[in-house]
């Protein structure tokens, strides 16, 4: 089958790669027609982890089963789904919690599986015309019949989506409050279009790109573009001096300045400038142990200088980490059918597997208008019940949503 594979830094090639298979009898193979290239691809795409050459990548998966192991009863044949990019066992002590983020049993050794993920256990990823699919009974999502129709806005539930959701969970967000979000991105865009779903009050969002900030605008956001002057004061003076009551890190560990300078520490320091006293601050952006790629001595070590001093006195809380995908993602599906979120707006471009180096070039420099990236390994036009999602009425629904 087809596949792309990562071949070193800023290196990715479409190629020939064996068959993904059954391998268990729990497993499903899934035929994959959208699969999104996520701004965590690009911390792999830049060489910035311990990714092994060879690997596919792939973590944002939507197809059809075309075949199932002999334990699987609830998926069949035929059956349009969307996994999360956890890879998670149902039955450890942190999956019975709901925390499939952090599952104990497909990662031994660690908490947390993905598909062609750095670190993140030997699970190939779903850039590719096929995709195994571990306990697939548990990690599955069925899609209603709408599902060839939204595909673009169902595929946003592997990841994107319900991260945007985490983050906002994890800041605590509740109907009535301002909240501010660090990062533009794909993930930033959920996050906000997550809070103005919770009945947030006023929705603000930093980042430098103009193309970004204008889709946030979109859903009715207020824009702050920190290239054109300090983001806290902006904040603070939208929020009468106080700062927001909840806020959102979109970001990760290579935020930069306006200059485009990494500075690892930035926006953690920032977002407790901007939230109030008691906020409290969600953490999706990614954050890494080991970053020998950074420049910054203590970055290389996973450290930041963080102000905790003012975060204390401020009796802000924090929470972290990856998205338990799972949590969310049913809830979120069933808000996507009834018309009630639409996360499609975001997405720029839809090409075909064999587009996906030039798109990683693209998506990787933040040019202009490159926004999120779906990939349709069967080809971009193979679906005609497929929206297109560049028409202005696909973003008129997800304001009418809120
Ligand atoms: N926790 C999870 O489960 C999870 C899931 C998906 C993605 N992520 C992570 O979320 C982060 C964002 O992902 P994305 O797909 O939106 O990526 P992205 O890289 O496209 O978006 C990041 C945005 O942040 C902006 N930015 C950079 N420095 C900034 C600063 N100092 N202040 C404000 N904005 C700044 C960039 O201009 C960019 O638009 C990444 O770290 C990604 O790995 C985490
Ligand atoms: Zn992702
Ligand atoms: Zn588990």
Redesign the pocket.
Known sequence: MKALVYEGPRDVVVKNVPDAKIERPTDALVKITSTNI???D??MYEGRTDMEKGRVLGHENLGQVVEVGEVVDRIKVGDWVCLPFNVSCGFCKNCERGLT?FCLTTNPGTAGAAYGFAGMGPYSGGQAEYLRVPYADFNCLKLPDDAQEKENDYVMLS??FP?GW?ATELAGVKPGESVVI???????LMAAHSAMIKGASKVII????PD?LALAEQIGAIAID?SKGS?VEQILELTDGEGADRGCE???YQ???PAGHEVPN??MNDLVKSVRATGGIGV???FIPEDPGSRDKLAKKGKIVFDFGLFWVKGQHIAT???NVKAYNHYLRDLIHADRAKPSWIVSHELALDEAPEAYKHFDA?DNGWTKVILHPAGAQKNPKRQSTQKKAVRKEALHAH
């Open positions: 996520c701004g965590s690009l911390h983020g990841d994107i991260t985490h660090y990062g533009c991105g794909p993930v930033g930093v980042d430098l790109h970004r920190y983001a979109c970001v990760g935020c930069h300045d930035a926006t999706v952006g990614v980490g990856q998205a933040r």
